[in-house]
Structure formats: structure tokens, C-alpha cells
């Protein structure tokens, strides 16, 4: 059965995101009558072409090498000779970095376009689609460049997985685990009880693992939409994992979330705060999903990237910490904190 969640918008209304078999309802989500441009990426095409052959598209590049202000200009360029005006509808249809780079070229392209998602990796189902951050990455730095605005819709359709490479499903389940450590306790123990080749085979398992890991965000980002506050919780993992892509490229993002959740859980179980059984719990499901647990990357070089965190306030940087399965909390701590705490705690 399809469900919609609707995620709140700074404006009040709402941005939905319909989670199932709803590729078909596409046309029922864009505007009627709208004139629909189509962002999206070689593989997309290659699997989807049939689909997108009745819209205008503009292909950008694949991997986080062209999730950048280059890709930004050339989709610029090519809705300016296309003619695009603010009535032109954008739709995003791919992965993480088609929905973070489509969204960001709507948000800006005279001052602002309609768009929508269709998500079709699951990290982009469960995370990257939804919550309205775009952005791209500037020397280096991941996501340094961007804009908070949600998408009018994301779809989120199961049977786009399908294609989906196996080291593409597992770091989109790595989101997932994640989502069940912030704030949904049930949501992990599906990990404790099923194994990886149960979620890529059972459809109705999968459905409710996307469905409750979106409601996690969801309901954080309706407390705050622009990260002030509680909205930093859905960074769990991320501080070192930003920290793990910038010092090498041997992982994948979800990858490096998985490495980063491994290590801000030592840290939390090192100050009291997760027991030393569910420091176990966590390392031992995202080995289950044989999903990595450390980067083979020198502290110091990992501390070195983590000072250039676009989230730091000049010497620190929140982190956010596991306190029981399905909790976690936020704590300012300095970089000479963080790197005693990593010293001290984190398992080599």
C-alpha cells in the first residue's frame, strides 16, 4: 500500500513524500500544464529513458566529482537556451546528487523554481530527497555551498531499487540504521532480526524500513526546518563521515556514515552515555549489513578534515551522540575535546 507523508514547509504548506509503487502517479504530482524540465544522470537515462522521453532533460555527470558550482553553471546555461522562465516546473530524477544539485539550480535560477523529486537510490529515498537541503561541494568540502528549501514531492518508489547496485543498497541502508539510532527504536531492531539479503528481496520489509526511517526526519524537520536545533540530530555519524570522504575516496557516502556512526559511538559509550552492550548492538548490525566500520584513515588526518566541517562554530563543532538505542543528544565540544575523546575512545 502507498503511503504519503507530508513534511512541513517555512511557508506552512507542505512538501509530500509518497513512498510505494508510485512512479506511475508521476503526472499527478507536476502542476498540470506546466512546461517539466528534467535533471538527471546517464544511468537514469540508460534504465528510464522510455519514461523521460516525453520531458526535456538535462544530464549531468555521475559520482561527487560533478556535484559541483561547474554542474550548477551548465545546467544554468542549458535552461537559459532552452528558454526556461519561472513558470518552467524542474524535476530531479536520480540519486543524491541529482536531487542535491537540481534542487539547488530550482532554488536559484531566477531567484527560484517549482521542483520535485523522483528518488531512485535509496540513500536519496531515505535521506538525501528529503528535508530540502541542496548543495554542492566546494573545495573539497562536502556540501559547502547550498540552500534550505523543500521540494514540492519526492517519490520514493520501490521498484526503481531494483537496478540498484548492491554497494549503492547497502550504503542507503546505512541512512536507515541511522535514522533508527536518533529516534525509532523498532526501526533498528529490524536490522538485529533480518539480514541483508532480506531487506534487497523483501519488498513489504524494505517499504517499512523507507516509511519509518522518512518519519524520523520528518518529524524532526517540523520541529526545524533550518538545523538550529534538533534538526542537527539527523547529522549522526556525519561528522566523521564527512571527515572519512574528504581524506580519501575508498568509500561511498554511505559508507563513511556507517565508519562515522561506528566512531561517535565509542566516543558516546567512552563518556557514560551508550552502554557498553549497545556500542556492541550498533557495531555488530552495521556488520551485519557488511557495511564498514573504519576507514584505515590516521586520526590525525581525519581531525585535520573534521576543523574544515561546514556545521564548526571556530574552534568546535557539535556532536551528536548516541544515549541508547532509538536517543541521542548534542554537544558543543573544541577540537582539542575531540581530539582527546577520539584518542581515547575510539576503536583502532
Excluded at 532533460?57 to 558550482?69: F, N, Q, S, V, Y
Excluded at 527504536?185 to 536490522?191: M, R, S, T, V
Excluded at 556500542?279 to 581531525?303: F, Q
Aim: some cysteine; overall charge negative; charged content about 30%.
Amino acid at each position: 500500500m502507498n503511503q504519503i507523508l507530508e513534511v512541513r514547509r517555512g511557508d506552512g504548506s507542505m512538501s509530500k513524500v509518497a513512498i510505494g509503487n508510485v512512479i506511475g502517479e508521476l503526472e499527478k504530482f507536476l502542476p498540470e500544464g506546466a512546461r517539466v524540465i528534467v535533471v538527471t544522470d546517464r544511468n537514469v537515462m540508460r534504465y528510464y529513458g522510455d519514461l523521460l522521453s516525453r520531458y526535456e532533460c538535462i544530464e549531468i555527470g555521475l559520482g561527487e566529482e560533478h556535484k559541483t558550482l561547474d554542474t550548477l553553471a551548465h545546467i544554468y546555461a542549458r535552461l537559459l537556451a532552452a528558454g526556461a522562465d519561472r513558470k518552467t516546473y524542474l524535476l530531479g530524477f536520480g540519486g543524491g546528487i541529482v536531487t542535491d544539485v537540481a534542487g539547488f539550480a530550482a532554488s536559484t535560477y531566477m531567484r527560484g523554481l517549482q521542483f520535485g523529486f523522483v528518488a531512485s537510490t535509496l540513500l536519496a529515498q531515505v535521506d538525501a530527497s528529503v528535508g530540502g537541503k541542496n548543495g554542492v561541494n566546494f573545495e573539497g568540502y562536502k556540501n559547502m555551498v547550498g540552500t534550505f528549501n523543500q521540494p514540492d514531492f519526492v517519490l520514493c518508489d520501490t521498484a526503481l531499487l531494483k537496478t540498484l547496485p548492491e554497494r549503492e543498497f547497502r550504503a542507503g541502508l546505512a541512512e536507515i540504521i541511522k535514522a533508527g539510532l536518533i529516534a525509532d527504536q523498532e526501526l533498528f531492531e529490524l536490522f538485529e532480526r533480518h539480514d541483508f539479503d532480506r531487506f534487497r528481496g523483501d519488498e513489504a520489509l524494505l517499504t517499512e524500513a523507507i516509511v519509518r526511517a522518512v518519519r524520523v526526519k520528518k518529524t524532526i524537520v517540523d520541529r526545524d526546518e533550518k538545523e538550529t536545533g534538533d534538526r542537527k540530530k539527523l547529522n549522526l555519524g556525519h561528522t566523521f563521515a564527512h571527515a572519512v570522504e574528504k581524506s580519501t575516496r575508498d568509500f561511498i557516502h554511505g559508507e563513511a556514515v556507517a565508519i562515522g556512526a561506528c566512531m561517535i559511538a565509542d566516543i558516546s559509550a567512552g563518556l557514560g552515555l551508550l552502554t557498553p552492550e549497545d556500542n556492541r548492538r550498533i557495531r555488530s548490525v552495521l556488520e551485519r549489513m557488511e557495511l564498514p566500520t573504519a576507514s584505515g584513515v590516521g586520526l590525525p588526518a581525519l581531525l585535520e578534515a573534521l576543523k574544515s566541517d561546514k556545521k564548526k562554530d571556530a574552534d568546535s563543532v557539535d556532536l551528536i551522540l548516541p544515549n541508547g538505542i532509538g536517543d541521542c543528544l548534542i554537544r558543543k565540544y573544541s577540537f582539542d575535546e575531540i581530539e582527546r575523546l577520539a584518542d581515547t575512545y575510539i576503536q583502532h
